[in-house]
């Protein structure tokens, strides 16, 4: 028997939202959760995220009049996603059946759910597609209400105090009805700030901020500073861990097990130039700073199956002159723009998830790439999160953003194959006028046109590159995380490399293989699979299976 220093039910690590969920189904089942978080702010990288989950059948699609089932669910899953370490069929089926009650279990917590209504799925076109949508987001949250650990909740990378699809349709303020009147809303949420000392979370931290309230008032110990070293195994199972904590080493005891939700290693540099794609860099990644990929090496020491470790969730990037990131996921989606190799040749439907959009990226050899835009682009939409029209001094003196008169000077200037680009605008530019974009088909899924502008007819996407200036910016494969790692059965228990069962030890979130493999089926589809397999983790290690 291990001399514990203290012991507790269930350790869990990290504190991203699948550790909250775990760590409050724990609760319910009258076992002792703890939390160990390695830096000093909680909440993980789903503080960071848009703050959305992927959830099929759930009730609020129900509530709004939208139809949907755990079979129609399973359905697109199966037709997306073939089976792989990490997503049988038994792991999709969990998935999709858990979702729905795990929503209400936690809407009758006090946490109050979002659906995002016309989000839609990613591949709608897909057997069990729904254009509807099935992500849910969170309401606004007064990070007032954590009192002390106020300061504690990692930062959010989306600023503004908007909620479920208000991001979208603000992005395009300049453009609509509906975007002017949530410029209003955020206006107006803005000046109730000042006045009242509301701190808003919204996206990400607003999961995270009504999570940790949650487990808070459950009385869930969480400590930050707490890393994680290694385990402690005994007779073949994980009875605990090693911890550094204030400069010195704890060994706690586990009594029903341990839950890996440590993140991935977006931050890693070796772990990324060994498994990931190249060219690669820590530079490139958006993710939470703890991601650095210990826990899942420590793992791998005890034996344990890993999959899809060249995977993430890409996120198309480019670097600001003052260090900080742009993010164009939605960007690319709007008219008058297209995304271009050194040659000039378009790679990707600029339109698509952002996460293919990076898997083609690297499948056409193209990092970096460029976008290309006319002054139509830059003159009705945001960019880098940078209002339209407005141009910050820096960014053409600096020459993050090229800018000229022709596309033949364009092109010389971002260093693009001159001919190549005015060949391919030209492609490009008939596929506009005759409806049709031949070579990607961009447009044609309902999720193509979700971010579009519904102004721009007869397509909300597909928009002709005809009027001077132009602009170019370098774009580069960035991401939010890593999307492979430890492979775990429908419990979320931990796999070996001889298929058995690793006692004792369970994993969930960006340190596992992913249930949706190298596909995103929907926005908030990381998430939702922490959530899930924290909340089924800890169900199993309390005997409510």
Known sequence: ????????????????GGSMCAALACVDLGIKPLILEKTDMVGGSTAMSGGILWIPANSLMAEAGVQDSVEE??????????????????????YVETGREMVDWLRAKGIKWIYCRDWSDYYDERPGGKADGRSLGMELFDRNRLGPWKDKLRGNIFPMPVQGTEGHKLALFARTLKGFAVSLKVAFRIAKKHVLGIAYASNGGAIQGRMLEAALNHD??????????????????????????????????????????AGGFAHNAEMRAKYGPQPSSTEWTV????????????????????????????CVYSRQPDGRPGMHA?????????????????????????????????????????AIMDGRHRARYNWAMTPPRYM???????????????????????????????AEVARFNGFVDQGRDEDFHRGERAYDRYFGDPRNKPSPTLGTLSEAPFYAVTLFPGDVGTYGGIVTD????????????????????????????????????????????????????????
């Not at 090693?242 to 029903?256: E, L, S």
């Not at 939605?330 to 790679?347: S, T, Y």
Request: charge should be neutral.
């Open 287 to 314: 993710s939470n700073p703890g991601d650095t990929g210990e826990m899942i090496l420590r793992a791998m020491d005890l034996g344990i199956a890993v999959h899809g470790l060249d995977r993430a969730i890409w």
């Open 1 to 16: 028997m291990a001399d514990w220093d203290e012991t507790a039910d269930f350790v869990i690590i990290g504190s991203g």
């Open 220 to 261: 869930v110990d969480i400590r930050l500073n707490h890393g994680v070293t290694d385990f402690v195994v005994e007779d073949g199972r994980v009875t605990g861990v090693i911890v550094n904590a204030g400069g010195g080493q704890k060994r706690i005891g586990a009594g029903k097990g341990v839950l890996i939700n």
């Open 392 to 422: 910050p001094p820096n960014w053409l003196s600096s020459g993050y953003m090229k800018k000229a008169g022709s596309l033949r000077e364009l092109a010389e200037k971002a260093g693009i194959d001159p001919d190549g680009l005015e």
């Open 73 to 94: 669910g399973l359905r697109y899953l199966t037709s997306l996603v073939p089976d792989q370490p990490g997503s049988t069929p038994e792991r999709k089926r969990a």
């Open 330 to 370: 939605n960007e690319l989606a709007k008219p008058h723009l297209i995304v271009v190799d050194k040659h000039g040749k378009r790679i990707t439907d600029e339109s698509c998830s952002y996460m293919e959009t990076g898997q083609n990226i690297y499948r056409a050899g193209a990092v970096p790439c460029f």
């Open 490 to 545: 429908e419990w979320g228990r931990v796999i070996k490399q001889d298929g058995s069962v690793l006692p004792g030890l369970y994993a969930t979130g960006n340190s596992t293989a992913s249930v949706t493999g190298d596909k995103y089926p929907g926005a908030g589809a990381s998430i939702g699979a922490s959530f899930i397999f924290g909340y089924r983790a800890a169900r199993h290690a309390g005997g409510a299976t």
